[in-house]
């Protein structure tokens, strides 16, 4: 123990860490007892920085700091410490001299060791909690380095999982291959992804497996009352993959009935279900639906809602894959015309000039030729 007097008016307190450091002279002690304030009792080289008895002699002139006790903090300033300029806000748990932890720096951030951003660099700002008022403007933000984070920079706000990989992204600009301003990605843009092309107002999907754009051959044909089929065909994906299928059935359906595609069940089989939530996945992909007839009627109902992806594109559809209770056009060209009921608005022209009238309300049918003459007409006449 030793005794310690200090000009001023200052009274430390019990348990006060103190410093006084004169160029590489650096000394930690501990007040003790203040009870003859200015003269301290106090507990020498705390850190173990000298050798017994070898401890400094401080003179008048010393310059002495108070670090407080456990929990206390302060200001520390600097222009030749290490990794120096730089101006830190710190505490300490009860041994500055090895425990401070630095809430705040603002200058040189090298010597910063941080668990979310690891070891820091450059000119800034350090803190745990940053509140403004007014506007924030960086061309650049992130969450954390790597891992599970948000970034927003100026080609838009993208979403990362912990393993590093994109989860969705808001477009801010135009990205080559990807998409537009206002597009709203959601998966890895580099992978398999959604993406909501905000001025074509679409729904797409891209990828290298199931909930991808594709294409498909295969023709689906009705058997009997419950049950439909498939002839052997091809679906290609918009990478370029092509899965060849054999041909199958649904066998006797006693409900509506899915039909789809699973490469995590068999890359040439297809499967059925009663859910239709079964035909959503990564590896999977929606076919076609199979109803139960409608009263009257001896077969199935086939219908696809899916034709690559969500988007119809191209110069052709593939055969089967659009019932006439689906469609409603003003013009229709056609080699053929299956359905099992037909709703026609009066009149059918035929060839160049000639036309056929359905007169529903008198229940008369009249045939006109080119030259608008009656040739036949049948039904209640007057």
Known sequence: MALLTIKGDTTFAIGDILRIKIGIEDEWMRVLDNSNAPTYEVERDLAGSYASNDNPTWGRGSTIVNYGQSGAGGLFMTSSEDYSPYLDILTHSGSPWSTISTKVRLGNLEGISDSLYGTLSGYGLYSDNVYLRGKLYAPDIKTAISGSRIELNSNG?????????EIFGMLLDSISGIGDVGDFIIGDINGDHLIWDSSEGELS??????????????????????TASWASGSIVFSDGTIRNIVSGDTGNIISTTYIYFDSAISETILQTTNLFSDTVGKTK??????ELPESGQNQVIISSDKIKGTIISGNSIVTGSILAEKLN??????????TGSLTIDETINVGTGGKLILDGANKIIKVYDDSNNIRVEFGLLS
């Open 285 to 290: 992909v929606f076919l076609a639906r199979v």
């Open 205 to 226: 999907f891209t990828g290298t497996g199931g909930g991808s754009d594709f294409i498909s051959n295969i023709v689906f044909s009705t058997i009997d009352g419950n």
């Open 329 to 338: 056009v003003m013009q229709l060209d056609a080699i053929a015309i299956n």
């Open 157 to 165: 706000l993208i979403g990362y999982d912990g393993s590093n990989n």
